[in-house]
């Protein structure tokens, strides 16, 4: 059974850094593009960013550039992004998603070309 766990949200101060990781079960991660989204309350789901074969095939949403890196760790079957310089408009519940690599074009962040989601991790930016 896929499944994608998402961890290492929590609350933060504006400014500040959070590493989110999302762990996938029953494939192996080697051969999908991962992509972050986030969904704050009222809002629609935002792509935020994704990554294909490898960390220079990452692509980010304008709103995160900068401030957010998202890498893969072959070995450890997981995926990571570090997000600094948070504000209270990063304020969301975070997903991570996947969907088959196809290395023929750089991943995008459009929640409908995903296929597997997990159930997210809710990260909150307040003073």
């Known amino acids: 059974q896929v499944q994608l766990v998402e961890s290492g949200g929590g609350s933060v101060q504006p400014g500040g850094s959070l590493r989110l990781s999302c762990s996938p079960s029953?494939?192996?991660?080697?051969?999908?593009?991962i992509g972050w989204f986030r969904q704050a309350p009222g809002e629609e789901r935002e792509g935020v960013s994704c990554?294909?074969?490898?960390?220079?095939?990452?692509v980010y949403a304008d709103s995160v550039k900068g401030r957010f890196t998202i890498s893969r760790d072959n070995s450890k079957n997981t995926i990571y992004l570090q997000m600094n310089s948070l504000s209270s408009e990063d304020t969301a519940v975070y997903y991570c998603?996947?969907?088959?690599?196809?290395?023929?074009?750089?991943?995008?962040?459009?929640?409908?070309?995903?296929?597997?989601w997990g159930r997210g991790t809710q990260v909150t930016v307040s003073a």
């Open positions: 998603a996947a969907v088959p690599l196809n290395p023929r074009r750089p991943c995008r962040v459009l929640p409908g070309e995903y296929g597997y």
């Open positions: 029953g494939f192996t991660v080697y051969y999908y593009t």
């Open positions: 990554i294909g074969k490898d960390d220079g095939a990452a």
